[in-house]
C-alpha cells in the first residue's frame, strides 16, 4: 500500500519562482490537507478539502493554493515563493471528514527557499 | 493563549522508567483527542486515539481530564526506540481542522 504519496521530497527555489508540491493518495479518503511544520511553531493548517471539488483555508493560506480535481489528488502551489516559506510541507488524508483528527501523513516535501 | 499547549522538553529519562506527557487544551467545545509520534525527519504518525474513559495499548495509556482541560500519556518501561516527539493533537465536533500542539521530545537514554 502506497498510503499518502508526495513529491517531490526536496526542492530549492529562488524569490519569485512558483512551483507544485504533488500530493497523492490511494485509499478512497474523502479528506486531505496540508500542513507546514516549522521549528516551535508545530503542525499548521494551510488548506484541506472534503472531497473532490471542495477546498477551504486553513491557519496560513496565504501564498498558496490548492485544488482538487479527483479524490486521488491534491496538490499545493506556491504563487511566487518567498522565504517565508521555508518548511517542510505534509500532505495528510483522512477516511472521516467529520473526525479528521486519524489523520495519514506522506513522508513531507523538504523546501527551501533562497 | 494557545488553543493546544505542550511541554517541549526535552525529557530525558533512563531506560525502563516510567515517563508522563500532559497536554492542555483551551476551547471546551474540543471533542477529539489524539496522541502521534513523530520521529526525526519522519511524518507524524497515529499512536492511539484518547477516549472519555481513558485507554491502553501495550505500555501506553492515554487519559483525558474534561473538568481540567487536559490529556496526558504514560509509557511505561520506556525503550530506546520510544525516543521521538509526541504530539498532541484535539478537534472539534463537526470541525474540519484538526489542530496540533508543538510535540513534547522524549530522549530514552541507556
Known amino acids: 500500500n502506497a498510503g499518502v504519496t508526495q513529491t517531490p521530497k526536496f526542492q530549492v527555489l529562488k524569490t519569485g519562482q512558483s512551483m507544485t508540491l504533488q500530493c497523492a493518495q490511494d485509499?478512497?479518503?474523502?479528506?486531505m490537507s496540508w500542513y507546514r511544520q516549522d521549528p516551535g511553531m508545530g503542525l499548521r493548517l494551510i488548506h484541506y478539502?472534503?472531497?473532490?471539488?471542495?477546498?477551504d483555508q486553513g491557519e496560513v493560506p496565504n501564498g498558496y493554493n490548492v485544488s482538487r480535481s479527483t479524490t486521488e489528488d491534491f496538490p499545493l502551489r506556491l504563487l511566487s515563493a518567498a522565504p517565508s516559506q521555508t518548511s517542510v510541507y505534509f500532505c495528510?488524508?483522512?477516511?472521516?471528514?467529520?473526525?479528521?483528527?486519524?489523520?495519514?501523513f506522506g513522508e513531507g516535501s523538504r523546501l527551501t527557499v533562497l | 493563549r494557545k488553543e493546544v499547549e505542550q511541554d517541549p522538553g526535552p525529557f530525558n529519562v533512563p531506560e525502563g522508567a516510567t515517563v508522563a506527557f500532559n497536554c492542555t487544551y483551551s476551547?471546551?467545545?474540543?471533542?477529539?483527542f489524539f496522541w502521534y509520534r513523530q520521529d526525526c525527519r519522519k511524518e507524524p504518525k497515529l499512536l492511539m486515539s484518547?477516549?472519555?474513559s481513558g485507554n491502553e495499548d501495550g505500555r501506553f495509556t492515554a487519559q483525558l481530564n474534561r473538568a481540567s482541560q487536559y490529556i496526558s500519556l504514560l509509557i511505561r518501561d520506556s525503550k530506546l526506540s520510544d525516543s521521538a516527539t509526541y504530539l498532541c493533537?484535539?478537534?472539534?465536533?463537526?470541525?474540519?481542522?484538526?489542530?496540533f500542539g508543538i510535540g513534547t521530545k522524549l530522549q530514552v537514554i541507556p
Open positions: 476551547n471546551s467545545a474540543s471533542q477529539s
Open positions: 493533537v484535539v478537534n472539534r465536533k463537526g470541525y474540519q481542522k484538526v489542530t
Open positions: 484518547v477516549y472519555s
Open positions: 485509499m478512497n479518503h474523502e479528506y
Open positions: 478539502s472534503v472531497g473532490a471539488g471542495i477546498t
Open positions: 495528510a488524508s483522512s477516511s472521516n471528514y467529520k473526525n479528521t483528527g486519524e489523520l495519514f
